[in-house]
T-cell receptor
Framework: SAVISQKPSRDICQRGTSLTIQCQVD?????MFWYRQQPGQSLTLIAT?????????ESGFVIDKFPISRPNLTFSTLTVSNMSPEDSSIYLCSVERYGKETQYFGPGTRLLVL | AQSVAQPEDQVNVAEGNPLTVKCTYSVSGNPYLFWYVQYPNRGLQFLLK??????LVKGSYGFEAEFNKSQTSFHLKKPSALVSDSALYFCAVRDRIGNTPLVFGKGTRLSVIA
């Protein structure tokens, strides 16, 4: 497995502002992903964070709203831009090593937008 | 397209009794199957997975799951439930072929009553 940390663990933000969430892994991993878990819902994949290139977004998610960086094999950021109350969710980072089928998840960032 | 069904939103069981949390899946090829658990205000923790081989897989905290290809099911089981098992359980699937993302079920809330 991997030790994954996320910052911040939670935040309360005003609508129209942006928040950047950081994900740090204790060892190099091949794949990093960002998920959203809306209140009472399951997990939805936002995008795959690619090292050295643009993230790959799932249907319904766009780079302007959720810009992602992945400067190296242990770190990624997700920005939630121009927030509205509908963005209130838990945002989770997950990682996977090449050839290993299991994804491991960070503790999540709880975001409340007022 | 991949999909996962968890037909029960809530499962209640008395402490010491066996528990089952149901999951059925749909993939175009052969599946990788996973169970994760989410405790309140925590991220997802990996419980167990089926990749290949023995249809009965054992995981953390005494949980096990049985892969049934003919019924396309992967039900989670435990012989004797503990109050501390109370949490939200997610089944997830990905296709073996290609670099497909994990697809999650909607989750089942397990309540173990003392």
């Amino acid at each position: 497995s991997a030790v994954i940390s996320q910052k911040p663990s939670r935040d309360i933000c005003q609508r129209g502002t942006s928040l950047t969430i950081q994900c740090q892994v204790d060892s190099q991993v091949t794949m990093m992903f960002w998920y959203r878990q809306q209140p009472g819902q399951s997990l939805t994949l936002i995008a795959t964070a690619n090292q050295g290139s643009e993230a790959t977004y799932e249907s319904g998610f766009v780079i302007d709203k959720f810009p992602i960086s992945r400067p190296n094999l242990t770190f990624s950021t997700l920005t939630v831009s121009n927030m509205s109350p509908e963005d209130s969710s838990i945002y989770l980072c997950s990682v996977e090593r090449y050839g290993k089928e299991t994804q491991y998840f960070g503790p999540g960032t709880r975001l409340l937008v007022l | 397209a991949q999909s996962v069904a968890q037909p029960e939103d809530q499962v209640n069981v008395a402490e010491g009794n066996p528990l089952t949390v149901k999951c059925t899946y749909s993939v175009s090829g052969n599946p990788y199957l996973f169970w994760y658990v989410q405790y309140p205000n925590r991220g997802l923790q990996f419980l167990l997975k089926y990749i290949t081989g023995d249809n009965l897989v054992k995981g953390s905290y005494g949980f096990e799951a049985e892969f049934n290809k003919s019924q396309t099911s992967f039900h989670l089981k435990k012989p004797s439930a503990l109050v501390s098992d109370s949490a939200l359980y997610f089944c997830a699937v990905r296709d073996r072929i290609g670099n497909t993302p994990l697809v999650f079920g909607k989750g089942t809330r397990l309540s173990v009553i003392a």
